[in-house]
């Protein structure tokens, strides 16, 4: 092999080794700050249920506890829509970062008329659908009465 053929050779894979770093480094990026929003949600939760918990602890009357359920539930249901749209928004952008990093365009997702591209949002809404079944289940679940939840305990003779 001539010189010339050679260093074209090894220049072209350096460039896809710096491209496949890049990828790699972008990958690990996204995932680390999935990681941080995800510890930080963890710990926002934590420190509601033992705020919502004492706060429980020292309602009075049935209308405090009600006022309490509806004000957990509303704050709730924002900071799980806050949660999942900084989830998206994250992988919005590691899926743009990657695009940049390989040297393509990233595509459009919303209002393309590209058939893999509806087929990846019916497969999106599939799964939130069975997500949000799923937790419907769950909670129409019978309650254990407290009776069978714990062992019973002889009677002394």
């Known amino acids: ?4 053929a050679e260093d074209f050779l090894v220049q072209a894979w350096k460039q896809q080794l710096d491209v496949g770093l890049r990828l790699v480094e972008a990958m690990a990026d996204g995932a680390t700050r ?3 929003m995800q510890i ?19 309602a009075a009357d049935v209308t ?24 998206a928004e994250i992988a919005a952008q590691t899926r743009n ?8 365009q990233a595509p459009a997702l919303i209002g393309s008329d590209d058939d893999s ?12 659908k069975q997500w949000l ?17 714990t062992p019973k305990r002889r009677a002394a003779a």
Request: a positive charge; glycine letters at 2%; one cysteine or more.
């Open 64 to 87: 405090q506890l009600l006022k309490l359920q509806t004000e957990w539930a509303r704050a709730n249901a924002e900071k799980c829509a806050a949660y999942w749209r900084a989830l």
């Open 117 to 128: 591209k509806k087929a990846l949002l019916s497969l999106i809404d599939n799964a939130y």
């Open 34 to 36: 999935l990681r941080e």
């Open 1 to 4: 092999m001539t010189t010339q």
């Open 133 to 149: 079944d799923t937790t419907q289940q769950f909670y129409k679940l019978p309650a254990i009465p407290a009776e069978a939840a």
């Open 40 to 58: 930080e949600a963890a710990t926002d939760a934590h420190a509601d249920a033992v705020a919502t918990r004492k706060s429980i602890a020292a």
């Open 97 to 104: 970062e990657l695009a940049r990093c390989a040297g393509v």
